[in-house]
């Protein structure tokens, strides 16, 4: 069995973490040996440089000097986690990846695709995605969601980096995600994440059941 590696992109609070963790856990019940992990993030060295962005501390550098330091993170990641796991059929579900970059810092931060490509050929080293997976929601409704969690959880919503910017900014980065996948369309799929949370998790597993026949296999 080929391993896979499957990304799943998106704005704020719309569910890739619940459904990375349904979609792990339906593999594992196949008889697939799946890494679950996130960007930036995913190893220590790029943990460290998720702290140092999602604080904030970045910001005044502005999206070209974010570009960097998430492929700074990302290739760390790529190098000693996604490309490893991969080498020994472990499939990989990562919270987020290059199209982010793409997305926040390229389409909707300004920074120049020239420089956005070359920072991900250098990151990436021919380590693309064989799936990506768009979770689509309205911004509002995603933050009403979230801010519903965190009441629900008694639990304090802090914004982070990039949580709190305008919605409006947040409208710019859902269109972003959807060219993204309208360019790509061997690659993306689009699913609507305002639904109920088992019927998005039925959707992710016929994707890529359909995708991959091999993932159900063993079911």
Known sequence: MSARFITFEGGEGVGKSTQITRLADRLTKSGVQAVRTREPGGTPKSEAVRSFLLQGKSE??????????????????????IRPSLQTDHWVLSDRFYDSTRAYQGLTGGVPD?????????????????LTIVLDMDPGSAFARMTKRARDEKTELAPDRFEKEALDWHGRLRQGFLDIARANPDRCVVIAADEDPDRIEREIWDTVTTKFPEAQAAE
């Open 114 to 130: 020239k420089l956005i490509d070359a920072l991900e050929i250098l990151a990436l080293d021919g380590c693309y995605p064989d």
């Open 60 to 81: 005044a550098w502005g999206p070209g000097a974010e570009a960097v330091l998430f492929a700074t993170a990302r290739l760390d990641h790529v190098n000693a986690l």
